[in-house]
C-alpha cells in the first residue's frame, strides 16, 4: 500500500510540475503581449495628439478667415 501511495504522491507532483510549467508559459506570453498592447497604445496616443493638434490649426484658420469676411 505505500508504494501505491508514494507512486501517486509522484504523480501528483508531476501533474504540479506540468501546470506550473505551463503557468509559466502562459504568464510570460502574456506579459508579451501586455508590452506590445501598451507600445501600441503609446502610439495611438501620440497619433491623437497629433491628430488633435493639426485640428485645432485648422478651427483656428477657419475662424480667422471667419472674421476677416
Known amino acids: 500500500m505505500e508504494k501505491d501511495e508514494l507512486q501517486q504522491l509522484e504523480q501528483q507532483v508531476d501533474d504540479l510540475?506540468?501546470?506550473s510549467r505551463r503557468m509559466r508559459e502562459e504568464n510570460m506570453l502574456l506579459?508579451?503581449?501586455?508590452?506590445?498592447?501598451?507600445?501600441?497604445?503609446?502610439?495611438l496616443i501620440e497619433r491623437t495628439e497629433l491628430?488633435?493638434?493639426?485640428?485645432d490649426k485648422?478651427?483656428?484658420r477657419l475662424?480667422?478667415?471667419?472674421?476677416?469676411l
Open 31 to 43: 506579459k508579451s503581449q501586455q508590452s506590445a498592447w501598451l507600445t501600441e497604445r503609446t502610439k
Open 51 to 55: 491628430a488633435r493638434g493639426r485640428i
Open 58 to 60: 485648422m478651427v483656428e
Open 17 to 19: 510540475l506540468r501546470v
Open 63 to 68: 475662424k480667422d478667415l471667419d472674421s476677416e
